[in-house]
């Protein structure tokens, strides 16, 4: 079956510090990669998302490229801040039924 | 736009008693989810639905748990006799294609 693995948390960083979340997925077919996040009290919001291999997506200064031959969708951004304090989600789409998630990795920035 | 939105935000209930929890997802968007999160579990999916098809129960966790969608729009969850361990937050996502939206989410305690 499908499943994606995240790196465990918390990960804790100092502002202006790089970033990086690893993601690794198992997939029949050609799956949608997908990063959501849920600050404090809020619902999951999308953060970024690929569809295909090699495709690199980005927001807010956060970037991810769709690896088929590492199997991986690792997050990463260059200079966190203090409000990218949150949970981050990476998850997948196969086009059948629901996104499968990973477990969550709480990332926390100190100033 | 507006984005998925679902009621109540909060719900506090007595174990036994039958809860109703809403969702209304975005205008025009086909597929309907709701998932449940809660501590040491992650993100669980519970129900899908398509269109005018039959929708996916496969997630529902007992017979307890049942879900409706009125004219391919607003849906409703309802958990006859609730129980202590369903307490989490249920949270409700809509698609047109293969991006998932999000609600704020309905964050259910029973006491």
């Known amino acids: 079956g499908n499943s994606v693995t995240q790196m465990e948390g918390p990960v804790t960083l100092s502002e202006e510090a790089f970033l990086t979340i690893n993601c690794t997925y198992t997939?029949?077919?050609?799956?949608?990669l997908f990063w959501y996040v849920q600050y404090p009290g809020e619902g999951l919001q999308l953060l970024l998302k690929?569809?295909?291999?090699?495709d690199k997506g980005s927001n807010k200064g956060f970037e991810a490229t769709y690896r088929k031959e590492t199997t991986s969708f690792h997050l990463e951004k260059g200079s966190v801040q203090v409000s990218d304090s949150a949970v981050y989600f990476c998850?997948?789409?196969?086009?059948?039924?629901?996104?499968?998630f990973g477990s969550g990795t709480r990332l926390q920035v100190q100033p | 736009g507006a984005g998925v939105s679902q009621s109540p935000s909060n719900k506090v209930t007595e174990k036994g008693k039958d809860v109703e929890l809403r969702c209304d997802p975005i205008?025009?968007?086909?597929?309907l989810y709701w998932y449940r999160q809660s501590l040491g579990q992650g993100l669980e999916f519970l129900i899908y639905?398509?269109?005018?098809?039959?929708?996916?129960k496969s997630g529902l966790p007992s017979d307890r748990f049942s879900a409706e969608r009125t004219g391919g729009s607003v849906s409703t969850l309802t958990i006859q006799r609730t129980q202590q361990e369903d307490s989490a937050v249920y949270l409700c996502?809509?698609?047109?294609?293969?991006?998932?939206?999000f609600g704020p989410g309905t964050r259910l305690t029973v006491l």
């Open positions: 997939a029949t077919g050609y799956p949608s």
């Open positions: 996502a809509s698609s047109l294609i293969d991006t998932q939206y």
């Open positions: 998850a997948l789409w196969t086009g059948r039924r629901a996104l499968t």
């Open positions: 205008s025009g968007h086909t597929a």
């Open positions: 690929a569809t295909k291999a090699d």
């Open positions: 639905f398509q269109g005018n098809s039959a929708p996916d």
